[in-house]
């Protein structure tokens, strides 16, 4: 297999995905898998909130923006506000592409915005380890 394995410090990243659409998650979470990332999701952003309030740490984070109850701007809000899922890189993936939903994002503290449309899901995972590797300091998020 030609693609690199992804770690650090003989640690695997773990990355957390959080859309309301199964299909994409089950998508997501086969391409990140065969890239040797450990995956959780969660199926919008009210069993996100549940699983990082019961202490769980990701490396990343990947949300989706458009989800009923709680969009994804109001979770990262909620996030950063309540200091969830500290230390790790935040990634806005949505079909949001607006020039706005890009600024909102890094505003309220997103490390990256990838705009679903014009990305297939092997550069949706290329793009998720260039922003992690341009904002993680060597040997990982803090734990």
């Known amino acids: ?54 202490n769980f740490k990701p490396d990343i984070m990947l949300l989706d923006i458009v989800m009923p109850t709680m969009d994804g701007f109001e979770l990262l809000s909620e996030i950063k506000k309540n200091n969830l899922a500290e230390g790790a890189v935040i990634i806005i993936l949505s079909n949001l592409g607006q020039q706005e939903d890009v600024e909102k994002g890094s505003q309220l503290g997103a490390d990256g915005y990838i705009i679903k449309a014009s990305s297939t899901p092997t550069e949706v995972v290329n793009k998720v380890l260039e922003i992690s590797k341009s904002k993680t300091p060597p040997g990982g998020a803090a734990q």
């Open 1 to 54: 297999m030609s693609e690199e394995k992804v770690e650090q410090s003989n640690k695997k990243y773990t990355i957390f995905i959080v859309d309301d659409d199964k299909f994409l998650l089950d998508m997501y979470s086969m391409k990140f898998t065969e890239r040797d990332f450990v995956v959780e999701v969660a199926f919008g952003s009210t069993e996100a909130l549940e699983k990082l309030k019961q």
